[in-house]
Every structure is written in structure tokens, then in C-alpha cells.
């Protein structure tokens, strides 16, 4: 297993010291851009623009070169999102769009966050529902899928206070989510945000552990016969500042989300050197 991920990896293990990094061209220092997600042949990504509302919303755009984004397009929805939506995971095999979204009715939960399911229809999501393991009393966001479609991770406060990762799994594409099941390995008494599952072999995620540079910063996870491997921090991409939301491209490139240098989330192209 080791070979194979240091093939499809070999930065992350080779103790590469050179990135570059650089912030993408869309950014405006009046809103907080953040999270980007892989789709069609640009990326999705979310957006608070607070000169118009304090409401994260959803955008996608083109990748034109490595950092240059353009042609920005917000993505709407057939049912009211007055409040927050935001991050969001697009299922090749099955065309399913998963997305968090403020459920105004969910008055007992912490953030009244849930993830919901919706098809896409040009740049509107459309026949959408909210995935039936979600309750009333806790918040689900942060989704993210495998290859196949039939692994589901996400963030939840099921447990308490803290926002643990947690999965779904279902026995094919179109069929019905298992509840929740806490991911053990990863639990490790710190909330647990923004995981990105990165070709089933890597978790990518970000939280405020101990052996951090401050505030959030980006761990990784291998997976190894079938379990979690204790997270590992990203040296190269944190800073002293947020750093989550990332999004590999290939093998040695791809996006992340920081707030280093600024006072709003960016999200910033990185490239092993």
C-alpha cells in the first residue's frame, strides 16, 4: 500500500521543501473565498460577500491557468437559500450534487446545517432533498465522497460540542445512506472541519490540534489496510493564520483556502516545486 501512495503522492512523502504558492485571481479583499471543489473543468468554491450579506454562497468558475480563475458564475437552486449554503461535492458516477445547507426549520441543532442532495441543471441545482440521516438536533456540513459514490464523510457535532468526521455508506449508487458512523481513528479530542477525500487514499482536513502553527491547520490521513492512520500536520501549506479547504489537482498541484496575509479567507494555488 505504501508504493502505491507514494506514487500517487510522492511530495507528501519525499520531504519536498519548495512549494509555490500564489493567490488565484478572483479575489476581492472585501469577501471571504473559500473551500474550492473539483468541477467540470473548473472549481467550485464559496463565497461571503460581506458588502451584500454575511451568507455563504455557492460559485463556480474557470480555471483559465493554474492561478487565473475567471468567468465566475453563482449557482442557484430551485428551494430558498436565504441563509447558508456552501461546500459542496459533485458525484461523477451518479450526478449527484451534495451540498450543506441552513435547513431554517432545524431550530434544535447547533448551526441548523444539513446536507442535502440535488441534480444539475446548467448552473442551477434543481430536484433537491435533504439526505435522510440527518436530525433535527446536529449539523452536517463539509461534504466530501469517494470514487465510487458510496462512501459519504463529512463533519458533525453528533457527539457534543466538538465537530467529529464522520461516514455513510451505502451498497450502490442511488440507494440509501447508512446513519452516521464516527470515524474512531480520527477522533482525537479537537474539532475535525473541512475533510476532502482525495483518491480514497488520503483525507485531508483541518483542525486545531496542539502541534499546530495557529489557528486551523491542514492535517492529512493515510489510509492503510483499510483504517485511518494518525493524522499528520502539512507543514508546507500552514501558517499562523486559518489554512483548510484543500483540493488536489494532480499529483503535484492544487488549491487551498488561507486567511495568511489578510483579513478574509483566499484561496490560494500551491504547486510542488
Known amino acids: 500500500m505504501k508504493n502505491v501512495l507514494l506514487f500517487l503522492f510522492p511530495f507528501l512523502f519525499s520531504g519536498a521543501d519548495e512549494y509555490i504558492i500564489e493567490m488565484v485571481s478572483i479575489s476581492e479583499m472585501s469577501r471571504d473565498e473559500y473551500a474550492p471543489r473539483k ?22 468558475a474557470e480555471i483559465i491557468n493554474k492561478d487565473i480563475l475567471d468567468f465566475v458564475q453563482e449557482i442557484t437552486f430551485d428551494i430558498s437559500t436565504d441563509y447558508h ?8 458516477v451518479s450526478g449527484e450534487f451534495i451540498f450543506t ?15 442535502y442532495c440535488g441534480y444539475f441543471d446548467g448552473y442551477k441545482v434543481t430536484r433537491i432533498k435533504e439526505l435522510d440521516f440527518c436530525l433535527n438536533e446536529y449539523s452536517y456540513l463539509y461534504p466530501t465522497l469517494s470514487s465510487d459514490g458510496l462512501t459519504l464523510i463529512y463533519s458533525s457535532n453528533i457527539e457534543g460540542e466538538l465537530y467529529n468526521l464522520y461516514q455513510s455508506k451505502r451498497d450502490s449508487i442511488m440507494g440509501e445512506w447508512s446513519c452516521p458512523e464516527l ?5 482525537i479530542g479537537f474539532n475535525s472541519l473541512f475533510p476532502n477525500l482525495i483518491n480514497d487514499s488520503l483525507l485531508v482536513y483541518s483542525a486545531e490540534y496542539e502541534d499546530g502553527k495557529g489557528g486551523l491547520d491542514i492535517y492529512k490521513s493515510k ?3 483499510g483504517e485511518w492512520a494518525f493524522p499528520e500536520n502539512w507543514q508546507e501549506l500552514n501558517s499562523e493564520k486559518d489554512d483548510f479547504g484543500v483540493e488536489m489537482m494532480d499529483e503535484k498541484s492544487g488549491y487551498f483556502t488561507s486567511r495568511r496575509n489578510t483579513e478574509t479567507d483566499k484561496i490560494y494555488y500551491f504547486e510542488i516545486n
Do not use: M, W
Open 39 to 60: 468541477f467540470d473543468s473548473g472549481l467550485i468554491f464559496t463565497i461571503i460577500d460581506k458588502n451584500r450579506s454575511h451568507f455563504s454562497k455557492l460559485y463556480y
Open 85 to 92: 449554503v456552501g461546500i459542496a461535492e459533485y458525484c461523477e
Open 101 to 115: 445547507l441552513t435547513n431554517p426549520n432545524r431550530h434544535g441543532s447547533r448551526h441548523g446545517l444539513a446536507l
Open 183 to 187: 470515524i474512531e481513528e480520527l477522533d
Open 223 to 225: 489510509k492503510i489496510n
